[in-house]
Nanobody, 130 residues
Framework: EVQLVESGGGLVQAGGSLRLSCAAS????????VGWFRQAPGKEREGVSC????????YYGESVNGRFTISSDNAKNTVYLQMNSLKPEDTAVYYC???????????????????????WGKGTLVTVSS
């Protein structure tokens, strides 16, 4: 059974940092792009970042580029999202997702085709206070 379990969310002041973790089980990262989406109340789901060893790519959404860093520990089947310089507008539920890579790059799937994700976690809430 495939599972993605997020952790690390919480309340932080603006300018602070958090590190999210996504522990995956039931598949390996070799054939997948794994990353993060977020959804704030009343807003559309947004691709935040992904990492793909299939095509050696990483992706960052425009709003987080330069502040967030994605990494992975393949031995632990875990993906991390280091979030620095957090802003109130980063407040959202953050979801881990995985996409089996076929035609497009991981970056393209996460930025343009969120509905095609194969697996989703249940999400972790990040709240940034001003």
């Amino acid at each position: 059974e495939v599972q993605l379990v997020e952790s690390g969310g919480g309340l932080v002041q603006a300018g602070g940092s958090l590190r999210l973790s996504c522990a995956a089980s039931g598949f390996t990262f070799d054939d997948y792009a794994v990353g993060w989406f977020r959804q704030a109340p009343g807003k559309e789901r947004e691709g935040v970042s992904c990492i793909s060893y299939v095509d050696n790519s990483t992706y960052y959404g425009e709003s987080v580029n330069g502040r967030f860093t994605i990494s992975s520990d393949n031995a632990k089947n875990t993906v991390y999202l280091q979030m620095n310089s957090l802003k109130p507008e980063d407040t959202a539920v953050y979801y881990c997702a995985a996409k089996y890579i076929t035609y497009y790059t991981g970056s393209y799937y996460f930025s343009k085709l969120p509905a095609t994700m194969d697996y989703w976690g249940k999400g972790t809430l990040v709240t940034v206070s001003s």
